[in-house]
């Protein structure tokens, strides 16, 4: 039988936080975790998270606000999570978001809750703050306890490989969807001087792809920071597909000769959610959700996917 949860018990969850320090000054990200609300085969259960994060936190020596975020994994598995919204110019976000994982009983002890807490600055570069790392216990997630962690601080650097700027346009009534590579910058791991560097834009649908492009090949030197590409490619995609397609842009190191392959360094994948997670199908759903409009990110560059 199921029983409905009392608004007191749903008060109680929500005020569940765990605190956060940041520098000096302390701030809040609950991360409190709710008893166990259903079963499934009497063995999967749902654990539901609800976090926040408050108080004032500044922004370096500057002081200025922040646009943060969180990410949630259930570890080991680091490829699939939930990510909250950026909330936007703020010293103190409040998220109150709700996020499920599915795990089963006996599977729980070897789970780890972790959340990473980031922030995007102006050039829509993603800063890591640090993160929570929590192991699952069946005990911590029946008794409904408050438990607090620090946010151990783990700075890194924004893109081990590099940033790809991208803009994207869709309309479904003339069935075309525009793709463009903007600019480089911040290639890391090339270590030729005179290294010739492409984009090579891909259309796919599902694990078939359609049809591909490039961009016009540039030579890196070791002074320059940033490349400018500015080139538009034009797909024709039917709305109806729109959901279940995706594009994979790769940056592509020219062979020194035409008898050595060109080589990938790095790569972007953008689509629905059959074949992208967090800020790449946040893209995909800003253009579609903005139709005509060109919708423009920076993003990271992922290691090229083997095989």
């Known amino acids: 039988m199921t029983h409905a949860l009392s608004a007191e018990e749903d008060r109680e969850a929500a005020d569940r936080r765990a605190r956060v320090i940041y520098g000096s000054e302390f701030s809040q990200i609950s991360m409190a975790e709710s008893r166990v609300l259903k079963m499934w085969s009497q063995i999967k259960v749902r654990a539901v998270i609800h976090y926040e994060w408050s108080s004032g936190t500044s922004r370096g020596l500057v002081n200025a606000p922040r646009d943060p975020f969180v990410k949630v994994f259930l570890l080991p598995d680091e490829e699939n999570f939930h990510q909250s919204k950026i909330r936007k110019r703020t010293l103190t976000p409040k998220f109150n978001e709700t996020f499920e994982f599915k795990v089963s009983a006996d ?75 903007c600019r480089l910058r911040n290639l890391q ?57 995706s594009f994979t842009f790769s940056v592509m190191l ?42 423009m990110r920076w993003h990271s560059l992922d290691a090229p996917k083997k095989g």
């Open 107 to 181: 599977d729980l002890s070897n789970r780890t809750l972790k959340l990473s807490v980031y922030d995007v600055d102006k050039r829509k570069v993603r800063h890591c703050l640090g993160h929570v790392i929590f192991p699952l216990t069946k005990n911590d997630m029946m008794s409904g306890e408050t438990i607090w962690r620090d946010l151990e601080l783990a700075p890194q650097p924004a893109a081990a490989l590099g940033d790809l700027q991208l803009c994207l346009s869709c309309n479904p009534y003339s069935n075309r969807i525009k793709a463009t590579v």
């Open 189 to 245: 791991g090339v270590n030729s001087n005179d290294a010739v560097v492409y984009v090579k834009v891909q259309l796919y649908h599902g694990r078939k792809m359609i049809k591909s492009k490039r961009t016009v090949p540039q030579s890196v030197s070791s002074q320059q920071v940033e490349l400018i590409f500015d080139e538009t490619f034009s797909f024709g995609v039917s709305g109806r597909f729109f959901d279940s397609c």
């Open 254 to 295: 020219a062979g020194s000769s035409p008898m050595v392959k060109d080589v990938v360094h790095g790569q972007v994948v953008i689509g629905p959610f059959m074949y992208a997670r967090g800020e790449q199908l946040q893209h995909w759903q800003e253009m579609l959700s903005n139709p005509r409009n060109m919708v």
